[in-house]
């Protein structure tokens, strides 16, 4: 019995199996025992991860008060048992400096901004729509592949992924049939590119090392550590599931092991790179809250040590002034009586708050300054109701960002959508099977559709031409109000004959969903020719009459 560990289960590589990990009870002697040491690029992404994961000061050994951190488990048990086990009062970790200490109060900053953006490109009702004008059938396919391949959900991650670290691959691949589009770590991924500054890849591989404790007879349970590697080029798909990892070897001889490849036919890499904003001249670009970690840094020391302060004086200190000697068990409350000489007093030593309130105040003006370098507007629950033109002018500079990266991740999604039709065309094409020499027939597992004009149900059918396009859906959605005032506008506009029926459609899709303009101009034109025939049909009658009728 094995029991494999999962590295992308793993919000931090330092806390993770990547970490310096030895199996204990020995080892075979022959598979390495410990992780290979992670590289200065996986470190480098890992850091920006782990503040989107929370998880960036897991490494800390210290609490603020300079006390060992145990986990929830170990405060649960000291909490039961009602004392503290040895190691939890040494103090000696007062002298560590703070910024090596875990913060009290957090502010987990990079995770709202990613995910706001997020919700921006990719969340309910702000997905964009695949289109391909003039080819209708093709615009249903795509969709169709889009739907089922679940791309919206997998783009979610992805702008997850690429906004908390700069970068993100989505690979696309027909799984028995059934189209699948696929998120892959940007930390387990080495990207080659025949066009770099386009980011056209040559070649993708993903690799990343994992372990598996296994019930060695004589040892017991031991860790050994194996490579995953899997390899994308313009022609094949390869992977390499299971290769030890041997003591002292930098890299495997590949060609040893047993690989499983298939030819994908897209006639390019089946994956798209994608670099959140665009850094010359590097693999990875830049996260949605770049040059500002050191900020949040600053601005949760601040927060912890005026948290600590306002707590550790919550509970007042007593004042005696008195030539009197005092027990420290002195009784105090409205039954006991304190007698003390002429002169003496007994009081609270109380905190003003200045301290306290000083570093709330720099850290406030820290947060407002991290919101500006990553153009970050936070919600008011207080703020009035307003129109979508109001909260768009509102939102103004964090929504010119979001534009940015819909250019980005749109273009990527495009791409996609190329190399999935392209992919899913060829495989439902018969071709000769290089192994056994026989014609075989691909397999498209799509869902069928039910057409309107022939009120039965169809296969999808990938139609003769054109390319995908996307439209975008409004941010914020305008009130009843907004709808009803512009509509009444282009109504007049149009009655006046100041603008056509079709710039009055074009003008209304800012604030409702409307059927594409070429379909609305034939059912205008189907009308206007109709009532042309009901009229020409009266004037026959009326003149067939008329004839009938003598004096």
Known sequence: ?????????????????????????????????????????????????????CTHYDACKMDWNGHPVGTHVEHDAIASQGY????FTDSGGKALPLKFRRPTAPFYLPRVVVNKYTSLLFGEERCPSVSV?????RESFLRAIASEGDLWVQMKRARALG????????????????PLFTVYDPRWCLPEFADKGRQVLESLEIKYPYFEVVNDPVHGP???????????????????????????????????????MALHHAGRVPAVWIQNEHVEDSIDGDPDCHGAFELVTQYDTLMSQANRGIIANCDPTRVIQSDSD??????????????VEKGGNVAYLELNGTGPRAAREQANDIRERIYEMVSYIP?????????????SARFAQMLGRADDFRVTYGKAVKTLLEIALKVCT???QPRVDPESGDLVQGVLNLPERFDEETQTWIKEAPGSGGRAGLSWPPYFKPTLDEIQKAATAMSSLVTSQILTPKDAADFMRKYMPLRPTDVIEKEIADAAAAEAGAADSGLRAGAKGGLGIKA
């Open 222 to 260: 031991v860790t050994l550590w194996f490579w995953y590697r899997r390899k994308i080029d313009t022609i094949s798909d390869r992977i390499w599931e299971k290769v030890p990892i041997f003591i002292d070897q930098q890299e495997p001889n590949w060609g040893a092991y047993e690989m499983k």
């Open 163 to 178: 906004g908390s670290m700069g970068s993100v691959a989505v690979g696309f691949e027909l799984s028995h049939g059934r």
């Open 133 to 137: 004008v003039g080819d209708p059938a």
């Open 379 to 391: 919600d008011d629950p207080k703020q009035a109701q307003q129109t979508a033109f109001e909260v």
């Open 84 to 87: 503290l086990p040895p190691g």
């Open 326 to 339: 005092f027990d420290n068990d002195l009784e105090f409350g409205s039954n006991a009586a304190i007698q």
């Open 1 to 53: 019995m094995t029991v494999r560990s999962d590295p992308y289960g793993s919000s931090n590589i330092i806390a993770s199996p990547l970490g310096d990990i030895v199996a204990e009870g020995g080892g075979s002697g022959e598979l390495s025992g410990s992780a290979p040491v992670a590289t200065a690029r996986q470190l480098a992404l890992n850091y920006a991860y782990a503040h989107y994961r």
């Open 426 to 428: 060829t495989a439902t």
